[in-house]
DNA sequence: ATAGCATTTAGAGTCTAGTCTAAGTCAATA
DNA sequence: TATTGACTTAGACTAGACTCTAAATGCTAT
């Protein structure tokens, strides 16, 4: 599959695939005899799960050190599972300060609704 | 109260709160005789209000344009409440991409406990 | 009154995560 | 054969949101 194909595929830039690739949370993907990359089954595989965590805000350090642990073999595997539990509770943390801001939003929202709005912000 | 009570109050920076000043998200905030910021009980529900909103990702400039709109008074009333009615929308969106994420994440942590790891990522 | 710490300003610097540019290569098409 | 368009690289640039620095001034305690 062409970087083009896995751009529209994934809904990302080229660049990002690059990118990504540079810093070395994918590949190195191979490429054809003209030096044009051809991406695997199993680099798509890893790209969506890197898009997935991306979109959650999980950062590309943090995905980098789970990707490093991972090409190191079995022996990280507790690490890994650390990691991600980390993430985890980081990541629940998030959506509760999210939800807890969309509330105070809509309540705002209410009282534009009502017309009770008080004269603050 | 000093701008530092207030930056402790609300366990942010010094720095975060001129910036926030300087860019007209809140004050400009009253100074005693020496020029030292001293902050209203209104600048501070609005200091509580802004960090909340940047906490579920709401960006400066969404939140500047609330804050204009709102100086300029009751004609924009409608406008703030759509403004926030689409802010409303894209955090739902965001907190929906992240549960999901979050599931595949504690999906990922299961196959880590089970011991049922594939070969990938 | 002088040391030491907090505050002020303007403006420069930092970090993250891309995004863009320039210069070059290659395959297909007019 | 010449042009077009997609691809390549290294590296510069950008946006957003702070964060830090320097130089000046002010308050407080010794």
């Known amino acids: ?21 540079k ?3 994918i590949g190195p993907v191979k490429k054809n005899s003209s030096g044009i990359r051809d991406y695997s089954d199993n680099d798509l595989r890893r790209i969506e799960f890197i898009k997935c965590m991306r979109s959650a805000g999980i950062s590309i350090e943090v995905l980098k ?3 490093d642990l991972y ?8 690490e890994r599972q650390q990691l991600l539990e980390e993430e ?4 629940e943390e998030k959506i509760k300060t999210m939800t807890e801001a969309l509330d105070k939003l809509k309540y705002k929202i209410e009282l534009y ?5 008080d004269k603050y912000l």
């Open 113 to 117: 609704k009502t017309d009770k709005l």
């Open 1 to 21: 599959m062409t970087i083009k194909e896995v751009a529209e595929k994934f809904n990302m830039t080229n660049d990002t695939l690059r990118y990504y690739e």
């Open 23 to 25: 810093v070395g949370l």
């Open 71 to 78: 090409a190191k073999g079995d022996s990280t595997k507790l």
């Open 88 to 91: 985890q509770e980081k990541l």
């Open 65 to 67: 050190m789970y990707v």
